[in-house]
């Protein structure tokens, strides 16, 4: 029998389902070769409460294998479907999600802490992985080769690459996820996905969804738990042939090496320490507006977050001072209380990294303009900050912070700030605002990053190749590039034609 509501309000598990329209979609055990397996014991926490909201299973190196197993099985029947019929199932899966995209996103925020229009907005682009990656499984088209021998004819045939392993952060619990699904699952390859151990509950609400809309066994599984073992397999195992992650570049070396072994594919997207530039020809407010939405999204803790900035002499006092104003009248709270923009950091290392930043240019002179310190609200909350007369060797120009941390550096003339917006192991995303035209091509040519954002602070889109340079990875996702990365090409020659 059903215990009454007040009863099942008292229980921490509970509360988060008895507020879920579908509380199915709240899934506590691992999902492998189409059944839900593994004993719940981890506790997931809402970062905003301290509260753990649910516990999911501990599975590491043999429940990895099996998944793996049952990837291989399904592969040869999942991509032998017609493109039209994996297509079908794909924008099935899509529009199951928009329908619960409210419960979805509360999932999200009660385990990531990000505010609940960030947590729709990522829940609706994560569907729009899906739907655009439903279309292109139609469009992957080969190649008739110009032959170089009258009686031959030459082909390239594309192929799904094989078993994939994906690996994801807790930052975008949900669109990281889609992004690396959803193109495997087009080109008609199959997956094994390890979310990250703070946010399992939104994938295991994606592979309910999945289920639903009639992805068959064992075609994406989700393995839960002890992340090293599990990605030790995911690398090593030969009937895996390519790997995607997002996460830090420390483990995604990590992961690198691992799969030397069986030289496989992979798909890394890394740490970035973006520069955000503003030059003297810029229209500061829109300046301020696109510095608000890419250093303070998710609390900073996005891989393309603008991580220092740099402002020119001529504007540099009305930037920051415009700046500061908006940060300061920020509604700091948990991320399902109205109004709030910003929620709690992931967990207590992420303030840590924060107030080390902080402290490292305030002893080089630097002087903080607004926030600096914890919340009042206590736990992981952070008062979002602006830093003024930052010198450009401090620590955080050179480290990603991830948090909510503005570091605002000044700077003479355009040859100065490409050198210090390169001077970077990293190259993921890079912003700059300014209107001569000149200056736009020339910046947007010499940054060296994988993606660049002129006069606009928001440049992720399920259309666009998103991926780094350098040390911020290997490969694209998103757009028709992002599906070339789960396919190969096979060159056949046809003789004695
Ligand atoms: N590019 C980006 O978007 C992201 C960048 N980062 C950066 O990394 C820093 C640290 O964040 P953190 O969460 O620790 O990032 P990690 O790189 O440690 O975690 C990302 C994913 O990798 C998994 N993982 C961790 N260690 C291994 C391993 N040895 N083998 C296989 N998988 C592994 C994690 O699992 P588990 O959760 O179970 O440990 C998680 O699923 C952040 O402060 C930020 O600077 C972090 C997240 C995203
Ligand atoms: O931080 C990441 O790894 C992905 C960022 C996605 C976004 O910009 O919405």
């Known amino acids: 029998m059903t215990p009454p509501a007040a009863a099942r309000a008292s229980d921490a598990t509970l509360s988060l389902r008895d507020r879920l329209k579908d509380p199915s979609l709240l899934r506590e055990q691992s999902y492998i070769d189409g059944g839900w397996v593994g004993t719940p014991e981890f506790p997931v926490v809402n970062p905003a409460t301290g509260v753990a909201i649910a516990k999911v299973a501990q599975l590491g190196a043999a429940e990895a294998t099996r998944a793996v197993e049952a990837a291989s099985r399904a592969f040869p029947l999942w991509a032998r479907l017609t493109a039209k019929q994996r297509s079908n199932i794909l924008r099935k899966w899509f529009e199951l999600i928009i329908a619960n995209r409210e419960d979805l996103a509360l999932i999200l925020t009660s385990e990531q802490g990000k505010p609940l229009t960030e947590a729709l907005g990522e829940v609706d682009i994560g569907a729009a992985y899906i739907e655009f990656f439903a279309e292109e499984a139609r469009r992957v088209y080969g190649e008739t080769i110009p032959t170089q021998k009258p009686d031959a004819r030459l082909l390239a045939l594309k192929q799904p690459i094989g078993v994939c392993g994906a690996i994801t952060p807790w930052n975008f619990p949900n669109s990281m996820i889609t992004r690396k699904v959803s193109p495997a699952l087009a080109a008609g390859c199959t997956v094994v996905l390890k979310p990250a151990n703070e946010t399992p509950l939104s994938a295991l609400a994606l592979a309910v969804l999945a289920e639903r809309a009639g992805i068959p066994a064992g075609a994406l599984n989700i393995v839960t738990g002890d992340a090293p073992p599990i990605g030790k397999v995911l690398c090593e195992h030969p009937a895996v042939r390519f790997v995607g992650f997002t996460g830090s570049t420390e483990v995604g070396k990590i992961l690198y090496r691992q799969s030397a072994g069986t030289v496989k594919k992979l798909g890394l997207e890394l740490g970035g320490n973006a520069p955000f530039v503003v030059f003297d020809d810029a229209d500061v407010d829109a300046a301020v507006e696109g510095a608000i939405v890419s250093k303070y999204r998710n609390m900073g803790q996005t891989c393309v977050c603008a991580n220092r900035l740099y402002a020119q002499d001529g504007i540099y006092d009305a930037f920051v001072e415009k700046l500061a104003a908006k940060v300061s009248a920020m509604k700091i709270g948990e991320g399902t209380e109205a109004g709030v923009t910003q929620g709690p950091l992931i967990n207590a290392e992420a303030v840590e990294k924060v107030e080390r930043h902080i402290a490292d240019a305030v002893k080089g002179g630097a002087k903080i303009v607004t926030g600096g310190k914890r919340h009042a609200l206590g736990r992981t909350f952070f008062e979002p900050t602006v830093l003024r007369d930052v010198k450009a060797d401090a620590l955080v120009a050179h480290e990603e912070t991830f948090g909510p941390l503005a570091p605002v550096i000044r700077f003479k003339d355009e040859a100065d700030v490409i050198a210090m917006c390169n001077a970077s192991p990293f190259g993921l995303a890079s912003y700059f605002y300014a209107r001569d035209l000149g200056r736009v091509w020339r910046m947007a040519e010499a940054l060296e990053s994988g993606m660049v954002g002129v006069n606009t602070g928001l440049i992720t889109t399920e259309?666009?190749?998103?991926?780094?340079?350098?040390?911020?990875?290997?490969?694209?996702?998103?757009?028709?590039?992002?599906?070339?990365?789960?396919?190969?090409?096979?060159?056949v020659m046809m003789a004695g034609v």
């Open 463 to 491: 259309v666009a190749p998103f991926g780094g340079v350098k040390e911020s990875g290997l490969g694209r996702e998103g757009s028709h590039h992002g599906i070339e990365e789960y396919l190969e090409i096979k060159y």
